[in-house]
């Protein structure tokens, strides 16, 4: 159902880009997929994704959502993000190249330019972390 | 070590058993910024949490894992050419399962990350 590129709906680009699609939004839950690649940024020498790559990815993830949100409403572009703050982040099992990342967030709550998202990634059958955070958006140029 | 010579570079550092302050300084060059964002290199909140991780690891001596964050607060936009070096403050708490840890990124008066969390060996 989502009809756009990842490009289109998130400002972050290579080699710092960790989403590759957007597979579907409903209401205000997104669910994205990200395959993490031998070149990513945040890895380890034995090929694991560094805890702040997840949660990048998560807020990326975010962004995406608040990317199609704004498209939806008509804008030719898309919110920047910052994250504010983030908080009970679990990490329960890490991920790895090749791994096949699947996020689900939801937007909780929205104050002004202050959006609080809860996320969670699988990797298949396992459940890789979860977490809450609020995001600054900053306005479209 | 994911960042250290790439993202940061470490200029000074004093460390007891507790707590350790590491000056760095952050390297405008560095590749990350060609996409967060283009035309806007702004630090990305968790190349601070992920350098924060790294100091620990530098304190305690032990490859760590960040097995939670309870708070990691962002209070004010970083980049190179608004804070081309900053100290990272980090205190560590043995517990049974890892270490407690806190830490704040700050340069003077303005601070730009805290951070609480558990971290595991």
Redesign the interface.
């Known amino acids: 159902m989502n009809k756009y590129e990842i490009e289109q709906l998130i400002p972050q680009r290579a080699p710092f880009r960790m989403v590759d699609e957007l597979l579907n939004v409903d209401g205000e839950t997104a669910v994205t997929l990200f395959v993490v690649q031998p070149d990513n940024y945040l890895l380890d020498s034995e090929g694991v994704l560094a805890e702040a790559g997840v949660i990048e990815h998560i807020a990326q993830s975010a962004s995406a959502l608040a990317g199609y949100l704004s498209r939806e409403h008509g804008n030719s572009s898309v919110p920047v993000g910052y994250i504010g703050e983030i908080r009970n982040f679990r990490s329960y099992s890490s991920a790895c190249v090749g791994d096949v990342m699947r996020t689900t967030v939801t937007r909780e709550d929205v104050f002004g330019d202050i959006v609080c998202v809860n996320g969670e990634t699988w990797a298949s059958d396992r459940r890789i972390a979860e977490l809450q955070m609020k995001i600054y958006i900053s306005p479209n140029d | 070590m ?1 960042l250290e010579n790439k993202y940061y570079q470490i200029k000074e550092m004093k460390m007891n058993q507790q707590e350790g302050i590491f000056r760095l300084r952050l390297l405008p060059d560095c ?2 910024y ?5 035309g ?1 290199p ?1 630090c ?4 601070h ?2 350098t924060i ?1 790294e100091c620990a690891m530098r304190l305690t001596g032990k490859k760590l ?10 209070l004010a ?1 970083a980049a190179p050419s608004i804070c081309p070096e900053v100290n990272v403050t980090v205190g560590v708490c043995p517990v049974e399962e890892g270490f407690k840890v806190t830490a704040r990124i700050s340069e003077e008066a303005k601070v730009y990350v805290e951070f609480k ?1 558990l971290m595991t060996v």
Not at chain 2, 34 to 38: K, S, V
Not at chain 2, 44 to 47: D, L, S, T
């Open positions: 994911l590749d990350i060609r996409g967060h964002f283009p806007n702004v990305p909140g968790v190349c949490i992920e991780k894992s960040i097995a939670s964050v309870k708070q990691c607060r962002f936009m969390g």
